[in-house]
C-alpha cells in the first residue's frame, strides 16, 4: 500500500497521479497531527507502507532514515528494503528539467525544497542569489553547508515557499519578473500580485516527483506521462 503523509494534506493531488500511474486505488492520503508525527510514521511501516513526505515534516523526518542520500537535508520518499529505511529526495530530478530558468536566480524561502535547490545549483555551478526576511536561517544554513550564499534580489524569482498555500504572496516586487513556483495551487495569485514576464508553476515538478517515486519504490516504467500531466492541468486550472 502506498500513501501520502503531511499537514495539511487535503490540497495534495499525488492520490490522484498515483492513481492515474498504477491504474489502481492504493494511494491514500492521511493527516498527521505534528507531535504524532514519529509515532504514526513507526504504525506505517509496521504495516508495510510505503509513502511520501509532504510539508511540514520533509525535514524533521531525518532522524528516522537508516541511510539517507548524500547533500540533502529534505526527503519526501521512503523506502524499506529488509528492514532498513532509506530516505530519498526526488525534487531534484525536475530541477535537471528546468536548468535553464534557473541561471542567476534569486530563491525566496529556505525551507526543504529550498535547501535542496541551492545544494542543487551549487552542486552544478549555477549562479544564484538568495532573498530571506530570516537572515538567521540563511546564516544557519550557511554554516551548515560552509558557503557564503549571495543576498540579494534578481528578476528570476523562484518561490520555495508554501505561502499562496494560504492566500497571500511571499514578497512584494513592483519591478517585472520572471517567476517559477514549486505550488500548483492558487497561482493567479501570483498574477493578480505580481508584474510577470514568464510564470512556470509546479504542476510538473508533481508529476516529476511520482514519476522519479515509482522508479525508487517498484522499478515502474511510466508511459502515460502526458495524459498524467493534461489531467492536471485540466483540474487545477493553473495558468502557465
Same mark, same amino acid.
Given at each position: ?14 492520490? #490522484? ?7 489502481? #486505488? *492504493?494511494?491514500?492520503?492521511? /493527516?498527521?497531527? $505534528? ?18 513526505? =509532504? ?6 523526518? !531525518?532522524? *528516522? ?5 548524500? %547533500?540533502? $537535508?529534505?526527503?519526501?520518499? $521512503? ?10 529526495? =526526488?525534487?531534484?530530478?525536475?530541477? /535537471? ?10 530563491? $525566496? ?6 535547501? =535542496? ?12 542569489? !538568495? ?22 534580489? =534578481? %528578476? ?7 505561502? !499562496? ?14 517567476? *517559477?513556483?514549486?505550488?500548483? /495551487? ?20 508533481? !508529476? ?28 487545477? /486550472?493553473?495558468?502557465?
Amino acid at each position: 500500500m502506498y500513501c501520502v503523509l503531511g499537514n495539511p494534506i487535503r490540497h495534495s493531488l499525488s492520490k #490522484n497521479i498515483h492513481k492515474l500511474f498504477l491504474k489502481k #486505488n *492504493i494511494y491514500f492520503k492521511f /493527516r498527521i497531527n $505534528v507531535l504524532d508525527i514519529y509515532k504514526e510514521i513507526i504504525e506505517f511501516i509496521s504495516n508495510d507502507f510505503l509513502f511520501n513526505i =509532504t510539508l511540514p515534516f520533509k525535514e524533521t523526518t !531525518i532522524k *528516522i532514515y537508516n541511510y539517507i542520500e548524500k %547533500k540533502n $537535508v529534505s526527503f519526501n520518499v $521512503v523506502n524499506k528494503i529488509k528492514n532498513t529505511l532509506f530516505g530519498y529526495n =526526488t525534487d531534484k530530478s525536475y530541477f /535537471r528539467k528546468i536548468d535553464k530558468y534557473l541561471k542567476n536566480s534569486c530563491i $525566496v524561502g529556505l525551507g526543504g525544497i529550498g535547501k =535542496t535547490l541551492v545544494y542543487y545549483l551549487l552542486e552544478k555551478k549555477i549562479n544564484f542569489s !538568495i532573498y530571506s526576511r530570516n537572515n538567521n536561517k540563511i546564516k544557519k544554513f550557511s554554516k551548515l553547508i560552509n558557503k557564503n550564499l549571495k543576498l540579494s534580489r =534578481t %528578476k528570476n524569482i523562484v518561490d520555495c515557499t508554501p505561502c !499562496i498555500l494560504k492566500n497571500h504572496v511571499p514578497l512584494k516586487f513592483k519591478e517585472k519578473i520572471n517567476l *517559477i513556483s514549486f505550488n500548483y /495551487r492558487n497561482i493567479s495569485l501570483y498574477i493578480k500580485h505580481y508584474n510577470i514576464l514568464r510564470i512556470k508553476d509546479g504542476v510538473n515538478l508533481l !508529476i516529476y516527483q511520482a514519476y522519479k517515486t515509482f522508479k525508487i519504490w517498484k522499478n515502474i516504467n511510466i508511459k502515460n506521462f502526458k495524459s498524467v500531466e493534461k489531467f492536471l492541468k485540466f483540474n487545477i /486550472r493553473c495558468t502557465k
